[in-house]
Nanobody, 122 residues
Framework: VQLQASGGGLVQAGGSLRLSCADS????????KAWFRQAPGKERELVAA????????YYADSVKGRFTISRDNAKNTMYLQMNGLKPEDTAVYYC????????????????WGQGTLVTVSS
């Protein structure tokens, strides 16, 4: 397994969770990374993305101001801090990596991790 997501769980609306995505190291420190999510009956959507250096980020409008993406290349780990969670944030969250940032913004990925389930109760 090259990307391993964790940190999902059940939380009440308004609560917080932090997702982590650990990678195998190797070349991932030079890759752009992202979090996607897929809710039941819906298509997978891009939630947030970050360049290899962490110098640039992207957020979907639905999570702006509530979620924060970050990475620690020394620990081979990417994070998604989720605050102010809403029931509509309920989904399986996936981490992904791509060699360039621009293409990951349109959903192109080279590597996927397994998902971690986030459930937000009202």
């Amino acid at each position: 397994v090259q990307l391993q997501a964790s940190g999902g769980g059940l939380v009440q609306a308004g609560g917080s969770l932090r997702l982590s995505c650990a990678d195998s190291g190797r070349t991932f420190s030079s890759y752009a990374k992202a979090w996607f999510r897929q809710a039941p009956g819906k298509e997978r959507e891009l939630v947030a993305a970050i360049t290899w250096s962490g110098g640039r980020t992207y957020y979907a409008d639905s999570v702006k101001g509530r979620f924060t993406i970050s990475r620690d290349n020394a620990k081979n780990t990417m994070y998604l801090q989720m605050n102010g969670l809403k029931p509509e944030d309920t989904a399986v969250y996936y981490c992904a990596a791509r060699s360039d940032f621009q293409s990951i913004l349109v959903g192109a990925t080279d590597y996927w991790g397994q998902g971690t389930l986030v459930t937000v109760s009202s």
